[in-house]
């Protein structure tokens, strides 16, 4: 892709961040990252997949990592505020205020967002391993659940008290998830970069 399209991207991506979170908070970061993301992968896919002289594969397959990983970065340090926020006091008003922020809807956001993230490497297992997405998918639900925690409905009733009782070590199993899927990818792209270093090596 040329570096043009890149600069436009990166553009676009940062303006939705920047627009969402002014109109909507903390929940707009969650919501414009995902946005951002997803957008990448999009337009990767038909506008710079068609350029011959574009990057290799292998390069592409790092720069979508990275957009991909980013996202799930900052909904990581949501859940760890999170987690804090039952032991001290400073993570617990920063979790408040990021939950009044949102109009109580975070866990909501996060969760949807998650889900959408959790697609695309279903649909492009080349660029993203299919098992990071399902474990995406997965932590999205929770999350989806435990927003929903707050609604009387019969199905809410059944599993709102194991969330209200174990909400720490759900917690704790989320943020090892995620980190395992963060890491996961960053270390796939490490390796793809320096077998192309090694590759460029040997071709010199």
Do not use: C
């Not at 892709?1 to 939705?16: H, R, V, Y």
């Not at 975070?106 to 492009?124: A, H, K, Q, S």
């Amino acid at each position: 892709m040329s570096k043009t399209l890149d600069i436009i991207m990166a553009g676009l991506i940062s303006g939705i961040v920047a627009y969402t979170t002014s109109q909507l908070g903390i929940a707009g970061t969650v919501i414009g990252a995902v946005m951002g993301s997803m957008l990448y992968q999009f337009m990767s896919h038909f506008f710079k997949e068609p350029i011959k002289n574009a990057n290799t594969v292998k390069t592409q397959r790092v720069e979508s990592s990275i957009f991909y990983v980013f996202p799930l970065i900052i909904i990581l340090a949501i859940e760890v505020i999170y987690l804090l926020s039952s032991f001290y006091r400073m993570p617990s008003e920063l979790f408040l205020s990021m939950e009044t922020a949102t109009g109580w809807n975070l866990f909501r956001t996060i969760g949807v967002g998650l889900l959408v993230m959790g697609i695309y490497p279903l649909l492009e297992p080349d660029r993203i391993p299919p098992i990071y997405g399902l474990a995406v998918i997965g932590v999205g639900l929770v999350k989806l659940m435990a927003g929903f925690v707050d609604y009387n409905s019969p199905i809410v009733v059944l599993y709102s008290p194991v969330f209200r009782q174990f909400s720490e070590l759900i917690s704790i199993v989320l943020i090892a998830v995620l980190l395992y899927v963060i890491v996961s990818i960053i270390q796939d792209s490490v390796t793809i970069i320096r077998k192309e270093d090694q590759n460029k090596t040997k071709e010199k």
